[in-house]
């Protein structure tokens, strides 16, 4: 304790004012004398002890804290005692809480971004692999001008699909990183849902899937380009897992509260265990087509819920799925 310069300058003074004391005593008395330097002697010695105490305290508290930076966020210093030291502990403690918080959070997001890349390999492998294949099939200068002309459509589908994928994963990174732009107007209901089912008709028609959309004049608060993306992906989930000659239905209505746009499907329906994991990224439920990836539903939830809104599902198997997005007025 003494290396500490403060330390030493508060027994400096305490001996200053000891020998002052002494000094005054024997000014009255010899007894005097005695008396003060007996208790000088008992002040120092009992401010010896005490700051001993407090530095072997503060010892305990770098080790407690030498132990928090080796990982160990078990520990609990805390006490229900009054005085600066219990205050610091509790203090201490409380930020080791968040420290324990903060660890086991990058932990999860780094779980998960091994995750997404695993997936992300695994979507991209499968494509990858057909079209190198193929690639060398056509190298074959006996294959015929169908088998050739197959390939090539195979080859253009699958870049097709790898491009919506870098595509997708790109606008959910920028979302996710707060980057994403999302205007906040008043976009009416109705154009949103001709923007998001304009793309798909000719995947419809070839379905021979009819699409009915029916609701009032609905306005509310959104980014129109965004709104229309998430329609999209939800509605294309819906072609996928409805046969050939099935509906489609978008409706759209409003209330107090919020507004919201119904997309209801009469397809195969959605397995009740997979019901909880569907926003899920790369998640595929067991009634998921070949061609699906996963992302898109994921996608959609994020968008609505970034524009003080929210995605939900009610499903049936062998009956159909609802999709139910709610815009609300007010922050909720």
Same mark, same amino acid.
């Given at each position: ?50 700051? @001993? ?40 403690? @409380? ?15 780094? @779980? ?58 790109? @606008? ?161």
């Amino acid at each position: 304790m003494f290396r500490n310069r403060e330390f030493r300058n508060f027994a400096l003074l305490q001996t200053v004012l000891a020998v002052s004391g002494i000094a005054a005593g024997f000014l009255v008395s010899t007894a005097a004398a005695i008396l003060a330097l007996l208790l000088s002697a008992a002040m120092m010695l009992t401010t010896f002890i005490f700051t @001993k105490w407090r530095y072997r305290r503060l010892a305990e508290l770098s080790d407690y804290l030498n132990q928090i930076c080796s990982g160990r966020y078990d520990l609990d210093i805390r006490d229900n005692e009054e005085g600066e030291l219990s205050i610091l502990k509790n203090d201490i403690y @409380k930020v080791t809480l968040r420290l324990s918080e903060q660890t086991q959070m990058l932990q999860k997001d780094k @779980k998960q971004l091994s995750d997404a890349i695993s997936d992300i390999s695994h979507q991209l492998k499968t494509p990858l692999t057909s079209m190198s294949v193929m690639t060398d099939l056509l190298g074959d200068e006996s294959l015929s001008e169908e088998k050739r002309k197959e390939f090539l459509h195979n080859i253009r589908t699958q870049l097709e699909r790898i491009e919506w994928l870098v595509s997708s994963l790109l @606008k959910l990174s920028k979302i996710d990183a707060g980057t994403a732009e999302f205007k906040r107007e008043q976009i009416s209901a109705a154009e949103v849902v001709k923007r998001a089912v304009e793309p798909l008709l000719i995947p419809m028609e070839l379905r021979s899937q009819q699409i009915v959309i029916r609701g009032e004049d609905v306005t509310f608060f959104g980014d129109i380009n965004w709104t229309a993306e998430a329609l999209t992906n939800i509605i294309k989930n819906c072609i996928e897992h409805t046969g050939d000659g099935g509906t489609i239905t978008v409706e759209y209505s409003e209330n107090p509260l919020y507004a919201e746009m119904r997309i209801i499907d009469n397809g195969s329906g959605i397995a009740r265990e997979d019901l909880p994991y569907i926003f899920k990224r790369f998640y595929r439920g067991k009634n998921a087509g070949d061609e699906s990836i996963g992302i898109g539903l994921a996608m959609a939830k994020s968008i609505t819920e970034h524009q003080n809104g929210d995605l939900s599902v009610i499903s049936k198997e062998r009956i159909g799925t609802q999709f139910n997005m709610k815009f609300y007025k007010h922050i909720v």
